[in-house]
């Protein structure tokens, strides 16, 4: 095993733990999720990266990359966390392994693969979801169709936030990757050839839930296609319980225009983020790791 020196941190209400190790030469985690049970609903998001190269404005894994995960590093997460909680992952009803921690997974896609196949053989109930905010890397993204139509337990989620590509430009500076029309096009495909309904992750910051920005989507989205979760904005630091736009009412509201024309939706809810940053991109104890010193960050 290369993880080591792992802290445990437990959200206030006793249904998230976020996990931080130290790898050679890096930093990663993984957050866990109980819903009522483990035997009900088990959700892990883990790293496939250390830092990330992606730079989202919002988020504390941008300030830094060190290094991608190798596939045994990834997986390892998963085995650590099943095994300190005792959670026996034949019993649980729905089971959900989801590449969204830290690290864009389509930047390490040879680790990430090896990783899924390891985890399907491995968890062999467990749902393996992917989240990207979609690098133009168009042989990856054909590996990963190949994949996803031989393992079919696999899931596709894109980060989209906004209703356009210059606004998304300026949330996600990276450069080298799908336009929104393009990343249509690519879910379109990736369904046909699955069956299966991509989502996409839009978090809703009180300035992208107009009339307007809900009829982009719908225009570049069609729902016999995707499906859509709304979350609130993640945070870097640790003020959103204090500054974070958090109106779930608002989320709602917008995610009911979705519903309204027929919309397959859920809403992320954010239990966990306020007090050990449960959501992706919320990475308050491994930020100082990243910026140069040789432990993980404690909170402020």
């Known amino acids: ?12 209400e006793g249904n998230v733990w976020k996990y931080v190790f130290e790898v050679p030469e890096g930093v990663t985690e993984s957050v866990l999720y109980k819903y009522r049970s483990f035997e009900d609903r088990t959700v892990l998001c883990c790293s496939v990266q250390s830092g990330c190269p ?5 988020c504390g894994a941008g300030n830094s990359f060190l290094r991608n995960l190798d596939a045994n590093e990834i997986k390892e997460q998963v085995d650590f966390v099943f095994a300190d909680k005792k959670i026996d992952s034949r019993k649980v009803n729905k089971l959900q392994i989801m590449f969204m921690s830290m690290g864009e997974p389509f930047l390490n896609y040879d680790n990430v693969e090896l990783a899924i196949r390891d985890l399907n053989s491995a968890y062999k109930n467990a749902q393996l979801l992917v989240s990207t905010i979609a690098p133009d890397r168009k042989g990856d993204l054909e590996r990963f ?3 996803s139509t031989e393992i079919n337990k696999i899931g596709l989620q894109f980060s989209i936030h906004k209703p356009t590509d210059e606004e998304r430009n300026k949330l996600i500076p ?3 990757k799908l336009t929104l029309s393009q990343i249509s096009e690519y879910g ?4 046909n050839a699955t069956g299966r309904n991509p989502f996409c992750n839009y978090c809703v910051d009180g300035k992208n839930d107009t009339n307007g920005d809900f009829e982009k989507l719908r225009d570049l989205f069609p729902q016999e296609v995707f499906n859509f979760t709304f979350s609130v904005v993640c945070s870097k630091d640790e003020t959103m319980k204090d500054a974070g736009f958090r109106n779930l009412d608002k989320i709602n509201s917008f995610r009911q225009k979705f519903i309204n024309i027929g919309y397959n939706t859920r809403t992320f809810d954010p239990h966990g983020q306020d007090d050990i940053g449960g959501g992706c991109g919320q990475l308050w104890y491994v930020q100082n790791y990243l910026l140069g010193k040789n432990t993980i960050g404690e909170r402020k």
Do not use: Q, R
Not at 54 to 58: A, E, L, R, S
Not at 188 to 191: I, L, Q
């Open 188 to 191: 379109v495909k990736w369904f």
């Open 54 to 58: 992606v730079k989202c404005t919002f």
């Open 174 to 176: 990276y450069k080298n």
């Open 1 to 12: 095993m290369t993880i080591k020196n792992t802290k445990m941190f437990s959200s206030s």
């Open 145 to 147: 169709i190949e994949l």
